[in-house]
């Protein structure tokens, strides 16, 4: 029993003690972008790496989750509601919760585990220590340009997501189930709401600060050479999705009950 007690109390330690450490790397990078225009060479290539890089992932996951969406929906209100309501399910569904939350958790692998990667491998071959001894802040050059794309892209790549998702659900249920084009954009126009657009948009932008924020976290924080960089890679992946799913309830909680 003591054993068990000691256990639980080791862990909860170490959970505060990095949750401490994460909240006090954020305050460093918000403090840092009073230098943002200095670093705008490094926040520009993040964007475009990062960002863009994404979005052939992502709009290729999205088109199969929009086809998937429809055909599950059109399959369960076959014989008890109107047809033109799988437009208005698909669309909700893509923009409040499976674009942001599910594209974020592929995100947290390809984007997060990067980062850490990166980041983990200046670390421990002492690039790091190089910056800081000619000057240069590691918080503002490495940590600070990747919150700022995790917040600024990936609402943008969310956009594309629900466009992408759509118009796959769309397709299929127009061609396939037996859905008019018609009754489709008519379930969509009377479900649409702007407060869904920005519960889906708050959402990726939290998600992005998060994966982002872990992965320069982890990667800073990595020890015992090429080893810890594995593990760094995947405690981030690990972390990132276990607090996405986490903040997925609490945002829509309260999100919704809000707007």
């Known amino acids: 029993m003591k054993q068990v007690v000691l256990l639980f ?3 909860g330690l170490n959970f505060f003690v990095h949750f401490y450490r994460v909240c006090a790397y954020l305050g460093a990078a918000v403090g840092q972008l009073r230098y943002v ?5 490094q926040i520009i290539e993040q964007m475009f790496r990062l960002g863009i890089g994404s979005i052939p992932l992502v709009m ?3 088109l199969f989750t929009g086809l998937a969406t429809a055909i599950q929906t059109a399959y369960q209100i076959a014989s008890y509601i109107p047809k033109y309501i ?3 399910i698909v669309f909700q569904s893509e923009m409040l919760e499976l674009a942001p939350t599910l594209m974020a958790l592929v995100l947290a692998g390809r984007v997060g585990a990067v980062i850490a990667s990166e980041i983990g491998t200046m670390k421990v071959s002492e690039q790091i220590d190089a910056l800081e001894s000619m000057g240069v802040d590691p918080i503002g050059y490495l940590v600070m340009p990747r919150l700022v794309t995790g917040v600024t892209m990936f609402p943008i790549i ?3 997501a629900v466009v992408v998702a759509v118009t796959g659900g769309f397709y299929v249920a127009t061609t396939m189930m037996g859905v008019t084009p018609a009754d489709f954009v008519r379930g969509m126009k009377e ?3 702007f407060k869904d657009v920005w519960v889906g948009l708050i959402k990726a ?3 992005g600060g998060i994966i982002t924020l872990l992965g320069s976290y982890m990667g800073m924080e990595t020890e015992q050479g090429a080893k810890g960089v594995g593990v760094a890679a995947t405690a981030t992946v690990v972390s990132s999705s276990s607090f996405i799913l986490i903040m997925d309830y609490i945002l829509t909680r309260t999100l919704l009950k809000f707007y």
Do not use: K, N
């Open 9 to 11: 109390g080791r862990t």
């Open 37 to 41: 225009h200095f670093y705008r060479r």
């Open 60 to 62: 290729a996951l999205s």
């Open 86 to 88: 799988v437009g208005s």
């Open 158 to 160: 969310i956009i594309f």
């Open 191 to 193: 479900a649409f709401r």
């Open 205 to 207: 932008t939290i998600y």
